[in-house]
């Protein structure tokens, strides 16, 4: 179904246009030349304003947002070198997302829009995470299969040729970027936990202490995390204070192996069953070195294209945005300036997920 605020409207002129990200706690804003390549990739992260509450305090995003956009989205024009006239077109992220978060983003591209008399699209972060799939490499050949790995999403999918993606499979309770965040949390580890586990894992060997893997049933595509959660938290209240941190690198280790083998084992799965020649691993724990060492090697020994964004465009960013928001203007999609948030949108625009 077509989200109500996406309309069919008049052939957009392509041109520069500026993406904008305010989904969460990052504030960010990116210009795309008209052929599609990245200009520039302004991201100003909230973490500090969070990390003393051990996760996103989503009053305290929206006014850390409010006083970034303007900076954010200027400085990405101003490294494009592009004027505000030269835009043609805006794209926002309109959900999934905190409410109050994504308010910001979507008020000021409307604002935007509005003054330089331009088209604005609303946006799926999700849409978006798959577009950075084709950021770097615009050739990376379809039909693929997708696993997008966030803070809010572990799913699977299968992009057609015609772009149509269909979900194989996603998780049943926690999200992997959320088994990363509450495990170092029990670690004792800074918010976000995705990057400290990471670290700390690497002085770490990933075999010393084995925590279980979540499969499934035989063939299934679904994800679950909750029971390593808690295998976690038993293994933990079983050690002494001192042998805890004595193997927090071993803890850390084994957690995040645990976590990336399924995910490893989940997409080549799905590669397989699919008849796909092509996996694309996009969203913020695609950032995990251990998960791209794990689909480096699997993809080089299976021949298999596999696409892995740069870092950049691996955690939120508006580059992923404003390249979703370009695929939708050269689709003819436009959104009224009523458009509002929407906290909970899977899909933007029809033909995608
Ligand atoms: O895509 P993203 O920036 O925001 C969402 O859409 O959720 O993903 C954030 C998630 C967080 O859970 C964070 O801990 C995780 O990505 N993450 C990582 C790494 N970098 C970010 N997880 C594992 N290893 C990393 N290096
Ligand atoms: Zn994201």
Redesign the pocket.
């Known amino acids: 179904m077509m989200a109500a605020a996406e309309q069919p409207t008049a052939v957009w002129i392509p041109g520069p246009i500026l993406g904008i990200e305010t989904?969460?706690d990052?504030t960010a804003a990116s210009v795309l030349a008209a052929d599609g390549a990245v200009l520039s990739n302004i991201i100003t992260s909230q973490h500090a304003v969070h990390r003393r509450f051990g996760g996103v305090v989503p009053e305290l995003a929206s006014r850390a947002h409010i006083e970034s956009i303007e900076g954010v989205s200027s400085e990405a024009l101003r490294q494009s070198g592009h004027a505000w006239a030269d835009l043609t077109g805006i794209a926002v992220t309109q959900g999934p997302g905190l409410a109050g978060a994504l308010l910001v983003g979507v008020n000021y591209a409307k604002a935007l829009a509005y003054i330089l008399n331009i088209p604005v699209v609303g946006v799926s972060?999700l849409e978006g995470?798959i577009a950075s799939a084709w950021l770097q490499n615009p050739g990376f050949p379809l039909p693929c299969v997708i696993l997008v790995?966030?803070?809010?999403?572990t799913h699977l999918y299968f992009k057609e040729p015609s772009g149509h993606c269909r979900l194989l499979g996603s998780t049943r309770d926690d999200?992997?970027?959320?088994a990363?965040?509450k495990g170092?949390q029990m670690l004792g580890l800074e918010y976000?936990?995705?990057?400290a586990?990471?670290r700390m894992a690497r002085q770490g060997s990933p075999t010393a202490i084995s925590f279980p893997r979540s499969y499934l049933k035989k063939g299934s595509l679904d994800f679950s995390f909750s029971g390593l959660k808690t295998a976690l938290l038993y293994t933990l209240q079983a050690m002494p204070e001192e042998s805890r941190v004595a193997r927090a690198a071993d803890l850390a280790a084994g957690y995040?192996e645990a976590i990336v083998a399924v995910l490893v084992e989940k997409s080549f799965a799905a590669v397989r069953s699919s008849g796909a020649r092509a996996l694309a691993v996009v969203?913020?724990?695609s950032?995990?070195?251990r998960?791209r060492a794990l689909l480096q090697q699997r993809a080089t020994r299976e021949s298999l294209d596999l696409s892995l964004p740069p870092l950049a465009y691996?955690?939120?960013n508006a580059a992923m945005i404003a390249a979703a928001g370009r695929q939708a203007l050269r689709a003819g999609l436009r959104a009224p300036l009523g458009m509002d948030a929407q906290p909970s949108l899977v899909s933007s625009f029809a033909h995608t997920i």
């Not at 790995?149 to 999403?153: A, E, L, R």
């Not at 999200?175 to 959320?178: C, D, K, L, R, S």
């Not at 976000?192 to 990057?195: L, R, S, T, V």
């Open positions: 989904s969460c990052e972060h995470h790995v966030s803070g809010g999403h999200a992997a970027g959320e990363f965040d170092a976000p936990g995705g990057p586990i990471d995040q969203g913020g724990v950032a995990n070195s998960l691996c955690t939120d």
